[in-house]
């Protein structure tokens, strides 16, 4: 009897080993390195984001200048995307609007995680009238029309004259406090089931602060969720920004984004003729929220394969 | 049934006036009124004053909410100024337009996303699966407004096989069948291109449904009694994916009600979106605040449709 | 004796996994005589469930197949029917139940809908010739107001009820196999006799074969008339339930049924089989219990014991009963 009791012990601990070895985010890594869906649209997304980084360092041309002899070019050996009426490099500027669309989608997921994350673990936490009151706050902000809403907003900031490369700070702003809700839910029900486990006692039992008990114990946990969240978040904010940008409401000129270079469509003789105008700007877009999307998919397999998609 | 269905109803009170509030605060917030944006040099400065205390808008903004809100409270959403007639009467006459576009997308996006979520996660892990979940990446991120201009381009302005935008042609007064077949003609690209958008998220959702519920125990069941795959899969599987999506279901009512803005901008289309957009412009409070009002209380109500539906449909949860 | 109904004959259903690849089921062979109570027996993960799948045809694949073997069902080799050939057969002259009785039914469809179902596809039966005999089948399998339950959901039901329902669903086309998977796993103590009761009635009355599939010696005692013992993927005993409880030849059969506690012999402990069922992944040609086998031989660790008939009908895999291992 004393052989066999031995052995199960040497198993356990040859088990216990290999656990181990496997921390849950190696085990995330291997996962997300064997979907090659997202491994493609990590590497063009890093692709993108270091041209547009870097890209514009290389570039003979600058932002704004303007050069009349050599406008409304069809791409060519000199200008690879042509140039728009303005006689401007569209290369140049499809970089320069990459960094501009990039960080407004990544600052605006930013706030929003902030606030979502923030506000979604003291209400999972205190329950009772913290969770009523942030709970309703959250119906009504996922009632709250975004798309009206954000282009009134975007209205007054042209009314306040506010200066084109200030604004992209407001427009990171509201882009992000409309959108902290959905994040919020899904860490506070969360943090609902964490705060029944055991580890939660133990905190109890230090006497740690409740600050100390949200944000270093319960929050870390909901890390999985919140990064899927947020990588499908970024895509998300590039698309509200571009589409604002768009219509005018958004990043405004002369600084470039991806979204208000396709505003040159409007010109009829611009869309009709001389799409290399406007057709990268929204290439760029369509590529780069398809890769943001895949990675987010990616993440959303190896970090939590419970976690249901929509 | 009812009694579950009021005392939601009445739950949405609450929510609904802090939605007024966020909304008539921001509209508070644009400086300039409609007889500014008007830049009408022949008013006079009693005029412009007339005319403000005939629209409420010299009265203090607390006053001027709690005047809108008593108002909306029996349904009166005000005048709207620029065009001359009651707020309601605008959503009406422009809703129906969003209306055919949204629901043509809807029942094509709809069916297309059943089919393919289904054969999808029947094959899954093949060559068509792959395909349709790298599409289902493609259409999910593609901008509203760059896909229209592209399909505009290349279908309307270099093929020419299709009007550029508008509803009708212009000058074209035609009646019956050629009346129909011209809006057709026109509603074509906006309806693609709607479907198009919408049916990336909804093919995964049935995907990841239809995965889900294959791998039950009651579908091994389905199989073990002998049935046909396609009555296994198409009865007994489908049926129950489609529970979930039933919760969808009501999400669609803004969509179908309230008009695509961009798209409708983008094609011309005289929705209700496109008359928002150009409302703002002319800084129109009442139309803007009576529109925006009326998409939350079509969320609202469409989250209350997809929970009554759920109930519906789900005999485990079947409201009593 | 009785005809044979079912024969398996050398059975290989394979699993590809990311591991590698795990025969679920290894050179499985033995037969189903009509009338017949037969228990397959072995821990979980033996192959037991994968052999009852083959014989349906219901293997997940990818990632399972049936790689070699014949299964012959009254002479025909199931394997070489088409799809649509199985599938008439399946739910008409094999039926099936299942360990979970909860998630068994479909929850959207009412009883009475999932009853008629096999009624109307195999037998084309009118709507309401299928509505009287499922209400006779709900009545049979012991559940009072069989008008109500037709009408019912399955949520509305309890386990043991849901498991009834499933057994009047195998019942309905009069099959002349009922595979039980472990039909009694999730059921309270008492239900579970009560299950069983039903089932041996079922065996007495209408003479249907059963392919019983537990871990329960309880369950084989109490149903079984002929016995087939699995061990990782592998048939290592087959016996007559008599012979079998009487003399276990293989060290695992003997260690099963010493780990089974007896009323009224008060042990210090129960025994327990040392060790852990081997990782199923690439198993090598040996005997797979050798590493658990008090009587563990060189030659355990290097061949296979073939499955060889001893005594009449007793058939033992082990080279404790074979020449070559005694030699040793």
Same mark, same amino acid.
């Given at each position: 009897?004393?052989?066999?009791s031995?052995?199960?012990?040497?198993?356990?601990?040859?088990q216990?080993?290999i656990?181990?070895?496997e921390?849950?985010? =190696?085990?995330a890594i291997?996962r $997300?390195a064997?979907?090659r869906?997202?491994?493609?649209g990590?590497?063009i997304l890093?692709l993108?984001?270091?041209?547009?980084a870097?890209?514009?360092?290389?570039s003979?041309?600058e932002?704004?200048?303007t050069?009349?002899?050599?406008?409304?070019?069809?791409?060519?050996a000199q200008?690879?995307?042509?140039?728009?009426?303005l006689?401007r490099?569209?290369?140049? =500027?499809?970089?320069?609007?990459?960094?501009?669309?990039?960080?407004?989608?990544l600052?605006a997921?930013?706030?929003?995680v902030?606030?979502?994350?923030?506000?979604?673990?003291?209400?999972? $936490?205190y329950?009772?009238?913290a969770d009523?009151?942030?709970?309703?706050?959250?119906?009504?902000f996922?009632?709250?029309?975004?798309?009206p809403?954000?282009?009134?907003l975007g209205?007054?900031?042209?009314?306040?004259?506010?200066?084109?490369?200030k604004?992209?700070y407001?427009?990171?702003?509201?882009?992000?406090?409309?959108?902290?809700?959905?994040?919020? =839910?899904l860490?506070?029900?969360?943090i609902?089931?964490? =705060?029944e486990?055991?580890?939660?006692?133990?905190?109890e039992a230090l006497?740690?602060r409740d600050?100390?008990?949200?944000f270093?114990?319960?929050?870390?946990?909901?890390?999985?969720?919140?990064?899927?969240?947020?990588?499908?978040?970024?895509a998300?904010a590039?698309l509200?920004?571009s589409a604002?940008? $768009?219509?005018?409401?958004?990043?405004?000129p002369?600084?470039?984004s991806?979204?208000?270079m396709i505003?040159?469509?409007n010109?009829?003789?611009d869309?009709?003729?001389?799409?290399?105008?406007w057709i990268p700007p929204?290439m760029?877009?369509?590529?780069t929220?398809?890769?943001?999307?895949?990675?987010g998919?990616?993440l959303r397999?190896?970090l939590?394969?419970?976690m249901k998609?929509? | 049934? !009812?009694?579950?269905?009021?005392?939601?109803?009445?739950?949405?009170i609450?929510?609904?006036?802090?939605?007024?509030?966020?909304?008539?605060a921001i509209?508070?917030l644009?400086?300039g009124?409609?007889i500014t944006?008007?830049q009408?040099?022949?008013? *006079?400065a009693?005029?412009?004053?007339?005319?403000?205390?005939?629209y409420?808008?010299?009265l203090?903004?607390v006053?001027?909410?709690?005047?809108?809100a008593k108002?909306?409270?029996?349904?009166d959403?005000?005048q709207?100024?620029?065009?001359?007639?009651?707020? *309601?009467?605008?959503?009406n006459?422009?809703v129906?337009?969003s209306?055919?576009i949204?629901?043509?997308?809807?029942i094509f996006?709809w069916?297309?996303?059943?089919?393919v979520?289904v054969? !999808?996660?029947q094959?899954q892990?093949?060559?068509f699966?792959?395909v349709?979940?790298l599409?289902?990446?493609?259409?999910?991120?593609?901008?509203?407004?760059?896909i229209?201009?592209l #399909?505009?381009?290349?279908?309307?302005?270099?093929?020419?096989l299709?009007? *550029?935008g508008g509803?009708?042609?212009a000058?074209?007064n035609?009646?019956?069948?050629?009346y129909i077949?011209d809006?057709?003609?026109h509603?074509?690209?906006p309806v693609?291109?709607?479907?198009?958008l919408?049916?990336g998220?909804l093919t995964?959702y049935?995907? *990841?449904?239809?995965?889900?519920?294959?791998r039950?125990?009651?579908i091994r069941?389905a199989?073990a009694k002998?049935?046909k795959?396609?009555?296994?899969?198409?009865?007994?599987?489908?049926?129950?994916?489609?529970l979930?999506?039933i919760?969808?279901l009501?999400?669609e009512l803004?969509g179908?009600?309230g008009?695509?803005?961009?798209?409708?901008?983008v094609?011309?289309w005289?929705?209700i979106?496109q008359?928002?957009?150009a409302?703002?412009n002319l800084?129109?409070y009442?139309?803007?605040l009576?529109?925006t009002?009326?998409?939350a209380?079509l969320?609202?109500?469409?989250?209350?449709?997809?929970?009554?539906?759920?109930?519906? #449909?789900d005999?485990r949860?079947?409201?009593k | 004796?009785?005809?044979?109904?079912?024969?398996f004959?050398?059975?290989?259903t394979?699993?590809k996994?990311?591991a590698?690849t795990?025969?679920?089921?290894?050179?499985?062979?033995?037969?189903?005589?009509?009338?017949?109570?037969?228990?397959?027996v072995?821990?979980?993960g033996c192959g037991k469930?994968?052999?009852?799948?083959?014989?349906?045809?219901?293997?997940e694949?990818?990632p399972g197949?049936i790689?070699?073997?014949?299964?012959?069902?009254?002479?025909?080799?199931?394997?070489?029917?088409?799809?649509?050939e199985?599938?008439?057969?399946?739910?008409k002259e094999?039926?099936?139940?299942?360990?979970?009785?909860?998630?068994s039914?479909?929850p959207?469809?009412?009883?009475?809908?999932?009853?008629?179902?096999?009624?109307?596809y195999?037998l084309?039966?009118?709507q309401k010739?299928?509505?009287?005999?499922?209400?006779?089948?709900?009545?049979?399998?012991?559940i009072?107001r069989?008008?109500k339950i037709f009408?019912?959901?399955?949520?509305?039901?309890?386990?043991?009820m849901?498991?009834?329902i499933m057994?009047?669903?195998?019942l309905?086309?009069?099959?002349?196999?009922l595979?039980?998977?472990e039909?009694t796993?999730?059921?309270?103590?008492?239900?579970?006799a009560?299950?069983?009761?039903?089932?041996?009635?079922i065996?007495t009355?209408?003479?249907?074969a059963?392919?019983m599939?537990?871990?329960?010696?309880g369950?084989?005692?109490?149903?079984?008339?002929?016995?087939?013992?699995?061990?990782?993927?592998?048939?290592?005993?087959?016996?007559?339930?008599?012979?079998?409880?009487r003399?276990?030849r293989?060290p695992?059969?003997?260690?099963?049924?010493?780990?089974k506690?007896v009323i009224?012999?008060?042990k210090?402990r129960?025994?327990?089989?040392?060790?852990?069922?081997?990782?199923?992944?690439?198993?090598?040609?040996?005997?797979h219990?050798?590493?658990?086998?008090?009587?563990?031989m060189?030659?355990?660790?290097?061949?296979?014991?073939?499955l060889?008939?001893?005594?009449?009908?007793h058939?033992t895999?082990?080279?404790?009963?074979e020449?070559?291992?005694k030699?040793?």
């Amino acid at each position: 009897m004393e052989q066999p009791s031995l052995n199960r012990t040497e198993q356990l601990q040859e088990q216990l080993k290999i656990v181990k070895a496997e921390s849950p985010w =190696r085990i995330a890594i291997r996962r $997300f390195a064997k979907n090659r869906l997202a491994l493609i649209g990590l590497i063009i997304l890093f692709l993108m984001a270091i041209i547009c980084a870097f890209g514009p360092f290389f570039s003979p041309y600058e932002l704004n200048q303007t050069d009349i002899k050599n406008k409304n070019l069809a791409p060519n050996a000199q200008y690879w995307l042509g140039t728009d009426k303005l006689g401007r490099d569209v290369l140049l =500027r499809v970089m320069l609007a990459g960094r501009i669309s990039l960080t407004v989608g990544l600052v605006a997921t930013a706030i929003s995680v902030v606030i979502g994350a923030t506000l979604g673990a003291v209400a999972g $936490f205190y329950r009772r009238f913290a969770d009523t009151i942030i709970m309703r706050i959250a119906d009504i902000f996922l009632a709250l029309p975004t798309l009206p809403i954000l282009i009134t907003l975007g209205a007054i900031l042209s009314d306040l004259k506010i200066e084109p490369s200030k604004r992209i700070y407001f427009l990171m702003l509201i882009i992000g406090i409309l959108g902290w809700v959905g994040l919020a =839910r899904l860490v506070r029900s969360q943090i609902l089931t964490l =705060r029944e486990q055991e580890f939660m006692q133990a905190t109890e039992a230090l006497g740690l602060r409740d600050s100390r008990k949200i944000f270093r114990h319960l929050l870390p946990n909901t890390v999985p969720i919140i990064i899927v969240s947020a990588t499908l978040g970024v895509a998300g904010a590039i698309l509200t920004e571009s589409a604002l940008s $768009f219509l005018g409401l958004g990043v405004v000129p002369p600084t470039p984004s991806w979204g208000n270079m396709i505003n040159a469509a409007n010109n009829l003789i611009d869309f009709r003729k001389r799409p290399w105008i406007w057709i990268p700007p929204g290439m760029c877009i369509l590529v780069t929220v398809t890769a943001i999307n895949l990675i987010g998919d990616g993440l959303r397999d190896a970090l939590d394969p419970k976690m249901k998609s929509r | 049934m !009812s009694q579950y269905i009021i005392r939601r109803l009445l739950q949405m009170i609450p929510t609904l006036i802090g939605i007024s509030i966020i909304v008539f605060a921001i509209s508070q917030l644009v400086p300039g009124d409609y007889i500014t944006a008007t830049q009408n040099p022949n008013l *006079t400065a009693e005029r412009i004053a007339q005319l403000r205390a005939l629209y409420g808008l010299d009265l203090p903004p607390v006053q001027q909410y709690f005047v809108w809100a008593k108002n909306m409270l029996v349904g009166d959403l005000g005048q709207s100024l620029q065009h001359q007639m009651p707020v *309601t009467e605008v959503i009406n006459t422009y809703v129906w337009n969003s209306f055919i576009i949204a629901f043509f997308s809807f029942i094509f996006s709809w069916i297309i996303a059943a089919f393919v979520g289904v054969f !999808s996660a029947q094959f899954q892990y093949s060559f068509f699966d792959k395909v349709v979940t790298l599409l289902v990446f493609l259409l999910m991120s593609l901008p509203s407004f760059f896909i229209g201009l592209l #399909a505009i381009k290349y279908f309307a302005l270099d093929m020419k096989l299709l009007p *550029t935008g508008g509803m009708t042609t212009a000058g074209l007064n035609a009646t019956g069948w050629a009346y129909i077949k011209d809006v057709g003609l026109h509603m074509f690209m906006p309806v693609v291109v709607m479907t198009t958008l919408s049916v990336g998220g909804l093919t995964r959702y049935f995907r *990841t449904g239809m995965l889900e519920v294959i791998r039950q125990d009651y579908i091994r069941t389905a199989r073990a009694k002998g049935l046909k795959e396609r009555t296994v899969i198409f009865k007994h599987a489908f049926r129950n994916a489609l529970l979930p999506a039933i919760t969808l279901l009501g999400f669609e009512l803004p969509g179908l009600f309230g008009g695509a803005m961009i798209l409708e901008r983008v094609f011309n289309w005289p929705g209700i979106g496109q008359i928002y957009l150009a409302s703002l412009n002319l800084r129109d409070y009442p139309l803007m605040l009576g529109f925006t009002m009326f998409l939350a209380v079509l969320t609202l109500l469409g989250n209350l449709i997809s929970d009554v539906l759920y109930g519906v #449909a789900d005999p485990r949860i079947r409201l009593k | 004796m009785a005809k044979e109904l079912v024969a398996f004959r050398n059975l290989e259903t394979h699993f590809k996994t990311s591991a590698g690849t795990v025969k679920a089921v290894n050179d499985v062979s033995f037969s189903i005589r009509e009338g017949e109570t037969l228990c397959v027996v072995g821990e979980s993960g033996c192959g037991k469930s994968v052999t009852a799948m083959s014989l349906m045809q219901l293997i997940e694949s990818p990632p399972g197949k049936i790689v070699g073997g014949e299964i012959f069902f009254e002479g025909k080799d199931l394997l070489k029917l088409s799809k649509k050939e199985m599938s008439r057969l399946r739910g008409k002259e094999i039926a099936m139940i299942f360990q979970e009785p909860m998630s068994s039914l479909n929850p959207v469809f009412t009883i009475g809908k999932q009853i008629t179902e096999p009624l109307l596809y195999h037998l084309n039966m009118t709507q309401k010739e299928a509505k009287a005999r499922a209400i006779e089948l709900i009545t049979m399998v012991g559940i009072p107001r069989p008008d109500k339950i037709f009408h019912s959901y399955p949520h509305e039901l309890s386990g043991g009820m849901r498991q009834r329902i499933m057994i009047a669903i195998a019942l309905s086309c009069d099959p002349k196999l009922l595979i039980a998977d472990e039909p009694t796993t999730a059921l309270d103590v008492t239900i579970q006799a009560q299950i069983l009761d039903l089932m041996r009635d079922i065996k007495t009355k209408r003479n249907t074969a059963i392919m019983m599939i537990t871990h329960d010696l309880g369950v084989v005692a109490e149903m079984a008339d002929f016995v087939v013992v699995m061990y990782a993927g592998k048939v290592i005993e087959e016996a007559s339930v008599l012979e079998l409880f009487r003399e276990p030849r293989h060290p695992y059969t003997q260690g099963l049924l010493k780990a089974k506690p007896v009323i009224n012999q008060r042990k210090e402990r129960l025994y327990s089989i040392p060790g852990q069922v081997p990782n199923p992944v690439d198993l090598g040609e040996n005997c797979h219990f050798h590493d658990r086998c008090e009587f563990c031989m060189e030659i355990c660790k290097t061949k296979a014991p073939p499955l060889r008939a001893h005594i009449d009908g007793h058939k033992t895999a082990c080279w404790l009963y074979e020449e070559e291992g005694k030699a040793q």
